[in-house]
């Protein structure tokens, strides 16, 4: 997998930590069309290799991402209703992608967040800020609402919240991010990659084929919180079956590491 130059940059360790960096710094990493097809054809391509653990989402320069380009953001307004649509569904196919991955995801927010960019935090299983990042609901400053990333934002903040930041654009801090449930840590800024880190160490501890099975149970059990749900008694019955449930409870017994761990 090779960067897309001025558009994403792509790095992988040993481990099987592939690290995904918005690479637009002059536009604040903006997602325009062709930083969103780029992001999604790597996201796609992530997703079927075996080899890789984590994911890691970032921004380069100084800020995470400022949302979508408002320059095409524009040109779109002038397009045929259906060319509009097919470019607002651009943001939606990839944060599905994104929400769907069957690996960790993780939000590497060193800088703002702006629009957008809040529907790919929300997105990403685990998200940890710098103090120093700034967040933003800003779609109603511009006349438009936040339809695409809405579901997401919605699941990560709830309505209550939603409708303060909806309605108002206004700006909030790293700390607000993190007691209403947009991101999970809001650390120094000398201390996100440590913290950052330790959470990557934390996820590759799992096994990755239960780390799957359990972003899908999530999105089930959201579904269906208010009634007892007889496939949960089927669906952990297959996994104690699977190979990766008897390796896992074989090597707790014999008081050893599972064959996935690195250690």
């Not at 079927?48 to 995470?64: I, M, N, P, Y």
């Amino acid at each position: 997998m090779n960067d897309h130059p001025g558009l994403l940059r792509i790095a992988r360790d040993e481990r099987g930590v592939a690290r995904l960096g918005l690479d637009r710094p002059g536009r604040h990493n903006a997602l325009s069309a062709a930083l969103i097809e780029s992001l999604h054809a790597a996201l796609d391509e992530l997703a079927g290799d075996g080899a890789v653990r984590v994911v890691v989402l970032t921004g380069e320069g100084e800020s995470f991402c400022a949302g979508a380009d408002i320059e095409e953001m524009r040109r779109a307004a002038d397009a045929a209703p259906g060319d509009n649509e097919r470019d607002a569904a651009r943001l939606a196919a990839l944060l599905h992608r994104l929400d769907t991955l069957p690996k960790p995801t993780l939000a590497r927010v060193q800088g703002n967040a702006f629009g957008g960019a809040v529907g790919l935090v929300a997105a990403c299983d685990i998200a940890i800020a710098s103090e120093l990042a700034v967040f933003a609901l800003s779609e109603v400053r511009l006349g438009v609402a936040p339809a695409m990333i809405s579901p997401y934002v919605l699941r990560a903040i709830g309505p209550r919240q939603a409708r303060r930041y909806f309605l108002t654009g206004e700006r909030f801090p790293a700390a607000a991010a993190e007691r209403i449930g947009l991101v999970h840590q809001s650390v120094p800024a000398s201390r996100l990659d440590a913290a950052v880190s330790e959470a990557v160490a934390e996820l590759l501890l799992g096994a990755p084929g239960a780390q799957a099975e359990c972003k899908q149970l999530v999105r089930h059990v959201a579904g269906h919180a208010h009634a007892p749900d007889a496939t949960l008694a089927a669906w952990i019955a297959r996994l104690r079956a699977a190979p990766e449930g008897r390796e896992g409870l074989s090597a707790f017994l014999a008081k050893r590491p599972p064959s996935w761990r690195k250690d």
